[in-house]
């Protein structure tokens, strides 16, 4: 398994950022790309990565956990001022594993694991936003550069 890039980001423009500027962590490249986006974008009015907990329903660990999104941002459209929470992740955790395979090592019961708990948070995460008049979105290494444009 490959190193994920992980670091601090340090924004151009930290006056965009809401919450604490000198403490922004990314844990992918594609979040990197995405935080250097936001700070550079005329069009993203506040953003911010990790900030807000939103609460959800662990179905592994049935128990109720905290959910941190990676992005919640302001962002100016044809249409006015929209709201957002974001999501990252590989084309492959949204898809989710093989429903039938031929073989369920643990490799497959961990993919099980990640996509039944990423599906509960992502819901959680659409309630909390929809709840607050925001859209939450779900953007892949395959979705991010459309989205930007």
Known sequence: MSKTLQGKFRPQNPDKY???AGNILYRSSWELEFMKW????EQIIWWQSEEKAIWYYCPIMKKNRRYFPDFILARQTEHGIMEEV????PQK???GPKTNP???TKYWLNEVYTYANNTAKWKAAMEWAEDRGMNFRLL???SIKEWQR
């Not at 936001?38 to 974008?41: L, Q, S």
């Not at 974001?86 to 992740?89: N, P």
């Open 18 to 20: 809401k919450g604490d």
């Open 38 to 41: 936001c700070d550079r974008r």
């Open 86 to 89: 974001i999501e990252i992740k």
């Open 93 to 95: 955790q949204i898809d």
């Open 102 to 104: 031929k073989r369920k």
């Open 140 to 142: 892949s290494e395959q």
